[in-house]
């Protein structure tokens, strides 16, 4: 891979390709499509026949299921290019969405609905001998993401589609999405996601927009005749960035944005030395290293690992990113005036805040703007997003590191940090503390480079993703930064898309709704308000628990399924989803679930409770593993035991991923959300819950705080220790005595010591609880639990009152409105983006 960076037009494939026109294939002659019973079908039977070469021989499932994906595909072709058009015409101001993750989920049911297909669609395919339901099934989840940030961003797109925004999302195409969670004897064993291996029938590939990221070398300073110095960044290692791009309908609205995924591939040019002395195979076999980029999606949430592969990738991201704006604004301008006017480019997270350095090297090295000239567009275009306060999570880079992969942009960086560092020098004089504590370049004998202090110099805003998330960034961890650009800094609360997370994973909940409503509701989350005066009516209760019924059989069947455990749907669904994490606390839910077991031992009776945990663990993450097994081994003893079998269950799901999480989420009757106050940044699975009904048991922590305060607290169960609180708890900290001084906590941990959750593992299981009891545990459990346990016994009381509990299920749907992405892209839009929405011309075609 040596080849130096000699830059030709013979990187495009089809070199002939000039000598041919397409004007007169590409017209505006087609035959629209039409959406109708019988189109459909046609198209369906015609793809699965036609474009994929199938007959009834070769009827496996999957081609079923890409006829129909690629008979609605076709659907949006059209409106597609057209959007497109419209948001690369040169005119009008459109964001950038730079995010390493979007956990997309499966994509045929939101086109489906959002097309407002799915009636003739149903039709056609009940002609065909399938259901709509079971060809959705067939489909692989896209999950080009770890958790909450990724599925924020995918969250994002569609809200951004359905309110018409220019926003195109730029990520990167990973060959090896999430990995695959199963469990054997109670451990979590990974697979690989080979989400790809049967064709993506959404992306389109777009080889003729490739462009080309360097990698390593070094910079040659050259004097030009009129005494400038320039620099050159040679002898690099290149890479192809290839996009695929996947259609984001909006909803009802006829525009189709676009998610543009870069893949890694290998240039065309080769190691001629090696070439040249006869190692054909070696040099093609060199080129795997630039296929690897894309490889495997880093399954680390919430914690940066170091790897030089993953700043790789980052880079990777930006470079191929911004190389794809710039291309695109020269298409229709001379110079760069007007283009911070017409662009901005979010940074969800510091994961790409590289591309601060990246834009200034591409202005000032290849398109020759002058420093103050670039420096004076980057400032104006990059925002910046901050996902957590966690210290694991804040990526530093070692400089040695970066230097060696990124030679020219590190040196970009130390510029930008020497000029940085005079500013704080002008404004903070002699304030030697601040200057080190704020430097990008941090100043050890070892340097590192702070992305997130990168992120913040580079950018005109700085959001935080929950009201008391933003508040902690500006007082705690970025308070410096905060006194010096007090402006730069606001919030923007997070939100979900409620057409995927209410209307088309509850379609029981939609018919009610809309019936109750209006259809516009979809579309107009305010609506949902109306239900307010109607929480108490007899008749709409009752109907709101049939649908909650069916929704949980529906979730029973898939426990039944994925672990054999039956449970029934009059239980109490108390549901805790999410990655597994030791500041998310699976554990204490899972001690609430043994204080029940042993309470019915001895005689104490309860609602009967199914608790569900899923989530999976980073494959490096020690404790969190060990935190599922601990959990599975309690569930063995309670699942086992005949004396409580219609009063307790405890699954563990495995394999949590979105499209469990639209099993899962409407048929929950209690959400889980009890991280310790000032860990959890936001949250967005305490929305999908409350939208769907289910009542909130949390911490005031992250968003739950603003979903208390929607809800009201007579609909929502809050326990626990505040922020304010947590400091002072930890001096002194001393679990054993909270324990000693509780009869409860003392059987909990009694029943641990006596090894009865043991299962042939006791090293690790008392390692988990070990560090419950330590006065170091930074996570402050055991001084929650006792609050936790009395919490849950107001939710058995109030789930008691079949009509109250119905109430405070209808009030956490009617009062989550806010909590919708439309809310939170509105927000971004007034504050942060200032787009116009998108015009399309009127065409007949859709
Ligand atoms: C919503 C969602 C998350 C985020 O959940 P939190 O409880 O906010 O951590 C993670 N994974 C999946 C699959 C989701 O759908």
Known sequence: MNSTNRSTAAELPGTAQAMVTVDDIWTDDRIALENDKDALRQSVIDHFGRTLGRDIDHAAAHFLYKAVALSVRDRMMERWLATRQAVESGVQRHTCYLSMEYLMGRALRNAVHNLDLQDELGKALEELGLTLEQTEQLEADAGLGNGGLGRLAACFLDSCASLALPVTGYGLRYRYGMFRQSIDKGFQIERPDSWLSEGHVWELERPELSCR??????????????????????????????????PVPGHDNGIVNTLRLWNSSATDEFNLHEFNAGGYTEAVAAKNAAENITMVLYPNDASENGKVLRLRQQYFLVSASLQDALRIWLLHNDGFQGFADAHCFQLNDTHPSLAVAELMRLLVDDHRLSWDEAWSITTRVMAYTNHTLLPEALECWSLDM???LLPRPTEIIQEINRRFLEEVEQAMPGQLQQHAEMSIVSFDAQPVVRMAHLAIVGSFSINGVAALHSKLLKEGLFANFNRLWPTRFNNKTNGVTQRRWLAYCNPGMKSLLDSTLGESWTGRMELLEQLVPLADEQALQARWREVRNRNKLAL???????????????MLFDVQVKRMHEYKRQLLCTLHAVHVYLDLLDGQDHVPRLVLIAGKAAPGYYMAKSIIKLINNVASVINGDKRTTDRLKLVFLPDYNVSAMEVICPAADLSEQVSTAGKEASGTGNMKFMMNGAVTIGTLDGANVEILEAVGSENFFQFGLSVDQVDGVRQGYAPSRIIAGDARLTRIFEAFDSGLFDAGEAELVRGVIDAARSPHDAWLTVADLPDYLDSQQQVEAAWQDTAGWTRKSIMNTACSARFSTDRTMQDYNRDIWRLQPIELPDRETI
């Open 213 to 246: 990221v360097r990698f390593g070398g070094r910079v040659d300073l050259i004097t030009e005749l009129n005494g400038n110095i320039i620099h050159r960044w040679v002898d690099t290692d290149d890479v192809r960035a290839v996009p695929f791009d996947v």
């Open 402 to 404: 970066i230097g060696a």
């Open 556 to 570: 029973a069947r898939l426990v039944a399924e994925r672990t054999g455990i039956e449970v029934s749907a009059d």
